[in-house]
């Protein structure tokens, strides 16, 4: 039993810290609110940052006209984030938010929008380009510096996709494209204030993003309640999101109309980015990162084809891994009777992900078994490795992504 208390995946653990402090708004009806409710965070004159995409399905119009409600005023639209987030448009979000003379942002789109607020919110408060502030915990503090982080300006996220929790999480990726890489930038001032869950967002999501999407939020709880950096806080988090998953991810899919499914599905993601504190999950993340940075493979679906993989690998690593996996297997209707619970729960995620029209291996999204040394040294170097459950050699990565090629 020294394998399972070095781990330390059960029982009471010696260490923890769990924070989640954003106030979330859920329900029906709130984008004629935004203001109303954006200014009890302080907010005047937010920067109002999306993309293309979500600016022509009308719902930004409805989220600035919301804004009045509260007697606020939209310093500006930036509506030009790309669908990764990248060090250009946090730059670009920055700059126009002084030049408009905002005093908050109001983020309304997927993660990268989300996320790329987030770093922009860092660059308009403390300067600097986006890139100095990678890693994590590295915000200006008070004291010696090892006070309060100095608060960002308030920052409200209304999410138009159920998957990253970008709205409730510590942490943002953003890409640099030069050197062809996602960094990270967490602390605890970058956890949004304030996360507005209306379903009428997502009513016109493409099917294939809200699998995607939905994907990525099952992986957030499943290596979330499997991290190292697991705990009791967390583990009631986990757990609920993967109920509310399993009961509406299929629905939100196929039948978009389900305003309940798509409802659940929303506050499920943001339930699941929660288990742990940095965000920092397991190597379906470290597996899909590379995917995405050398190879645009969509973050969601780069991890739907890496989660099987990871979560039979690590099931394997100890009855202590495995047990956690079973409590996973059993809230998404898995019957391991008489079976391994690895197999038996990577078969469920891969045929779910099958069920929502996802693609299950890398050759069918553009990556070659060449690009596999490159893969593994991006997997091998990002944070997430260093919180999985197993530690992983470099060959195991490298079986792993040909065992999904
Ligand atoms: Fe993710």
Redesign the pocket.
Known sequence: MAAASDRQMAGFKDFYQFVAPTRVIAGRDLLGSTGFEFAKEGARRPLVVTDAGIRATGLVDRVVDGLADGGLEAAGVFDAVPPDSDTGAVAAIAALARERGADSFLAVGGGSVIDSAKVANVVFTHGGAPRDWEGYHGLPRGGDGTGAPLALAPLAAVPTTAG?GSEASFAAVVRDREARVKFQVGDFALIPRLAILDPETTATLPAAIAAATGV?AL??AIEGYTSREWSAHGDAYALHALRLIAANLERAVHTPDDVTARGNMLIAASLAIAPTVAGALGIA?SLAHPCGALHDVA?GVA?AICLPAAIEYNAAGGEDIAARYRDAGALLGVDAEGEEIGPALARHVRSLAESLGLPTRLTAVGVAESAIPDLVAGAMGDACTLVNPREPSAAQIAALYRSVL
Do not use: L, P, Q, R
Request: glycine share 0%; hydrophobic share 30%.
């Open positions: 990253t990525d992986a957030h993340h973050h991890v």
